[in-house]
């Protein structure tokens, strides 16, 4: 029988629960992005959060910046704490929508989006270019586009592609991942990269979430499952990821 009362999502939404954006990336390098990437905006524009989990980018964004924020995602446990956190800092502020559908599906705004964020969560499009091709028809002329990748640093061994479900052609380089924006009609503005320590963050609040979950639910129904993924996941990152997965960020400006 059929479990309808099944999340997909469950394993995610516990492992992040204690990230505030939901890839390795610092409050520092965020803010220091996001200064960029808001320039000019006035109360009139609208700002886009492509798979927006938490909306932890684009709520940093209502807060330096008029504008007003929409943000789509198909986890609904994540567009309730994002909800939450936005209350509970601008409690009388109505200028975050937030949309549980499929990014491709919702209602956008007759006039386009002035911006559109999407990090690490490219495969809400479909793919890295189809984020690119999609949002340039999304965005105003000279709108921006604040969009997060992977990349390899060196190429994947085989024993790491299984563990992670991935292929050798999933990423390209840093370079290469710049050079297809180009391709796609985009200026460049600015890149950048997670760091060491802030994979190991991310990596390591993902992994501390999920154990100490599993500690205080040990008769889980899933328990058993949970654990073998995340001490996998975790090895693998140790002896594989951590050399060879890099994470790009890249401010475009559409022509």
């Given amino acids: ?31 220091e992005l996001l200064r960029s990437f808001v320039a000019n905006f006035s109360a009139d524009d609208i700002v886009l959060d492509a798979g927006c989990g938490k909306a932890a980018l684009l709520r940093d964004v209502l807060q330096m910046s008029p504008v007003r924020g929409v943000g789509v995602d198909i986890n609904q446990s994540f567009l ?5 956190a936005f209350r509970q800092d601008f409690p009388n502020d109505s200028r975050l929508s937030l949309i549980n559908a499929p990014l491709l599906e919702h209602t956008r705004p007759e006039g386009g989006y002035a911006a559109i964020l ?4 490219t495969h809400a499009f479909g793919s890295f270019e189809e984020c690119l091709r999609v949002a340039f028809d999304w965005l105003k002329p000279n709108g921006r586009l ?3 990748e992977g990349y390899w640093k060196q190429l994947p061994s085989q024993g790491y592609l299984d563990v992670i479900n991935g292929t050798a052609d999933e990423f390209v380089s840093h370079a290469e991942n710049a050079q297809r924006a180009r391709a796609l009609g985009y200026n460049l503005l600015r890149t950048t990269t ?5 994979w190991d963050e991310y990596e390591g ?18 328990a058993t499952k949970f654990l073998k993924r995340m001490q996998d996941w975790h090895s693998s990152y140790l002896q594989w990821g951590r050399a060879t997965l890099g994470f790009g960020y890249y401010l475009l400006s559409r022509t």
């Fill in 1 to 31: 029988m059929t479990n309808t009362n099944y999340d997909p999502f469950r394993f995610s939404t516990i492992a992040h629960n204690n990230h505030r954006y939901l890839s390795p990336l610092s409050r520092i390098k965020a803010h």
């Fill in 80 to 84: 309730v704490e994002a909800r939450a």
């Fill in 118 to 121: 999407c990090v690490g969560s």
């Fill in 146 to 148: 604040l969009v997060a």
């Fill in 194 to 198: 997670s760091s060491e320590d802030e």
């Fill in 205 to 222: 609040r993902y992994c501390d979430a999920m154990m100490r979950y599993l500690a205080t639910n040990p008769d889980d129904p899933d």
